[in-house]
């Protein structure tokens, strides 16, 4: 059984720094896509970053430069570092993974975590 467990939303102010992390359990494939999505009230949910078995990462526009999407494979655990966040970054943050190759639609990951919130106020 597949899990994905995220952590380290929470509350900061426009400009602050966030940690995201994912811990997956029970993935069995060696190439995979690890991504990380957002979705704010009311908006579709968009591709904020992706990693590939490879190592090759990347990154939506709103976020490019300001995201740094990692991962440790001894730990299982995927990370998404934002920086200067703004307050348009303000929603759920999932992620998820899918077999082999990396897409932008969510509808190609079949495994989700449950969210962590991430707001940021001005």
């Known amino acids: 059984q597949v899990q994905l467990v995220e952590s380290g939303g929470g509350s900061v102010q426009a400009g602050g720094t966030l940690r995201l992390s994912c811990v997956v359990s029970?993935?069995?494939?060696?190439?995979?896509?690890m991504a990380w999505f957002r979705q704010a009230p009311g908006k579709e949910r968009e591709g904020v970053a992706l990693?590939?078995?490879?190592?090759?990462?990347h990154y939506g526009d709103s976020v490019k430069g300001r995201a740094t999407i990692s991962q440790d494979n001894a730990e299982n655990t995927l990370y998404l570092q934002m920086d200067s966040l703004k307050p348009e970054d303000t929603a759920m943050y999932y992620c998820?993974?899918?077999?082999?190759?990396?897409?932008?639609?969510?509808?190609?990951?079949?495994?989700w975590g449950q969210g962590t919130q991430v707001t940021v106020s001005s």
């Open positions: 998820a993974i899918r077999n082999d190759v990396c897409y932008w639609a969510s509808r190609y990951y079949k495994y």
């Open positions: 029970g993935y069995r494939y060696r190439r995979y896509c």
């Open positions: 990693i590939g078995f490879d190592g090759t990462t």
